[in-house]
């Protein structure tokens, strides 16, 4: 049995499946740059130090794999390399590598479809990428995920989901959602304010990410390489909410009523084409807002889950775990 590489590996999404493959007895391989933290729970994993932007590296990381999980994205940038680098070219590079080296399957992590996906640059380039995957050759699993409880709770206002969290995707250095978090990251708790997308009445099947870990573990855990079984899928938590439904599960986890600020889907529109010149990744941000305004990404994953014998993490529960844990100086 090859190993399992890991690429996004110190994100925080990918730092959770290298600590569940490991647990699980998987021999795992995470590719990290030389620089980048590394924080894996897991013993015995291997670090292959590459980039997406590096073709021979990726190929050297490759060697003796049979899975890629491939996690890594450009939406909250940490370090070099922009959309283009990291999901154009870099996945472009990636894919080759595989096919060099063998590579049995790729389980790829995407996002849910909406009408106007050629209209937001993350949305666009996970279409491509997922079409370059199923031309490539390879075996797949594709997961489209919903909206994550940990970063999309925390950007209405609350400090609460980023509690206990390794390598925290909004605690990244980047410019624009370290100060957005800056100005309003406690206005939950500070002042009973919550920020809801739109009108409040777009609904998604939230998801923690540690059961998006769990699922993409499981399925390289479940389906040997050779099968070839392809899949896509949609990935999502075990209920389907609305922004002001997600308010009100915060007012009662938090025992307190809260106040609720409607942002106009247009707002986040106007903000998106302002900032695209002068920062893709910013205005990616505003146009992935936008997106979770104005569209439903409603569908049933319990189903998947149980194949996978994964139980789903309600928002509620999510919630209420974090609220039990020590609050984060």
Not at 139 to 168: C, E, K, Q, T
Not at 295 to 313: K, N, Q
Request: hydrophobic share 50%; proline share 5%; charged share 20%.
């Amino acid at each position: 049995m090859g190993s399992v590489l890991v690429v996004g590996a110190t994100g925080q999404l990918g730092t959770a499946v290298i600590d569940r493959l490991a647990k699980a007895g998987q021999r795992v391989r995470a590719l990290v740059r030389p620089a980048s933290p590394r924080v894996f729970a897991g013993e015995g994993v291997e670090l292959a130090f590459g980039d997406l932007r590096e073709v021979e590296s990726l190929i050297a990381a490759c060697r003796g794999v049979s899975t890629v999980v491939a996690t890594a994205n450009a939406v909250v940038p940490r370090g070099p390399g922009g959309f283009d680098e990291v999901e154009g070219t870099g996945y472009e590079n990636l894919l080759d590598a595989c096919r060099a080296e063998g590579v049995r399957r790729i389980v790829f992590m995407s996002v849910f479809e909406f009408p106007h996906d050629a209209s937001v640059t993350t949305f666009r380039l996970k279409r491509r990428i997922e079409e370059k995957i199923q031309g490539s050759g390879l075996a797949y699993s594709i997961f489209r995920g919903s909206l994550f409880m940990d970063d999309w709770f925390a950007l209405m206002g609350s400090s609460l989901p980023l509690r206990g969290a390794v390598a925290a995707t909004l605690r990244r250095p980047f410019w624009f959602s370290k100060g957005f978090m800056a100005m309003v990251g406690t206005a939950i708790e500070r002042r009973g304010i919550t920020l809801a997308p739109g009108n409040g009445k777009a609904r998604h099947a939230f998801v923690a990410l540690d059961d998006v870990a769990a699922i993409l573990a499981a399925s390289v855990v479940a389906a040997a390489p050779e099968d070839g079984a392809n899949l896509v899928e949609n990935l999502g938590g075990p209920e389907v909410l609305s922004w002001d439904e997600v308010v009100g599960i915060f007012s009662r986890v938090l025992n307190r009523p809260l106040k609720t600020i409607h942002t106009p889907a247009k707002v986040y529109r106007v903000m998106a084409d302002l900032l695209e010149p002068l920062s893709p990744a910013a205005g990616n941000l505003m146009a992935m807002s936008w997106v979770s305004a104005i569209c439903d990404s409603a569908f049933d994953a319990r189903p998947l889950a149980a194949r996978f014998g994964v139980r789903l993490t309600s928002a509620e529960e999510f919630l209420r775990a974090k609220a039990a844990l020590p609050p984060e100086a």
